[in-house]
């Protein structure tokens, strides 16, 4: 029983303590897993959108469910872009892999300033949601021109 336990122990921590690369099944799964957090990502982004553009009323509830949802995809997307999926990748140019530390630097901005979407979101102000979507938009955008085909 000692030693199941041990082993258990011992086997869960060996999972835990792998890097991010080496959490999914296969490294299609890994792929399917960043494409599907920016899909659902970019689906509550454009709702923000919207408003911030006009093409729909400003609900400011909305506003924050939305940006709510943004703040936390922003930070999965990353892990997907594992060590052994670069030979997978359609859309992904090939320097994400041999730029990696830039990389991370683009993935972090998005992260800070999906925050301060949020955080503008709660103000109730459609000014403030406007300034923090463009900002969060530029990090996309960034990103995209530096590491995405066409
Ligand atoms: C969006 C969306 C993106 C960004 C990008 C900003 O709404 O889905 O990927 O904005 O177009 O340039």
């Known amino acids: 029983m000692k030693f199941i336990t041990s082993f258990v122990l ?19 799964d890994a792929v399917k897993y960043r494409q599907s957090a920016l899909f659902v990502m970019g689906q509550h ?12 009323p400003y609900d400011a509830k909305a506003a924050v469910d939305n940006a709510e949802v943004v703040a936390e995809m922003a930070k999965l997307p990353w892990a997907g872009f594992a060590a052994n999926t670069d030979r997978l990748s359609q859309k992904a140019k090939s320097e994400i892999w041999t730029e990696q530390v830039k990389f991370r630097e683009h993935n972090e901005k998005l992260v800070g300033e999906s925050g301060k979407l949020l955080a503008a979101a709660k103000t109730n102000n459609l000014d403030n949601l406007k300034t923090a979507f463009s900002a969060t938009a530029g ?12």
């Open 10 to 28: 011992t086997a869960a921590a060996t999972v835990l303590s792998l890097p991010a690369s080496a959490q999914f099944a296969k490294p299609e």
């Open 45 to 56: 982004f454009g709702r923000i959108g919207a408003m911030a553009n006009g093409r729909v």
């Open 139 to 150: 990090t996309c955008k960034g990103c995209h021109d530096a590491y995405r085909k066409d």
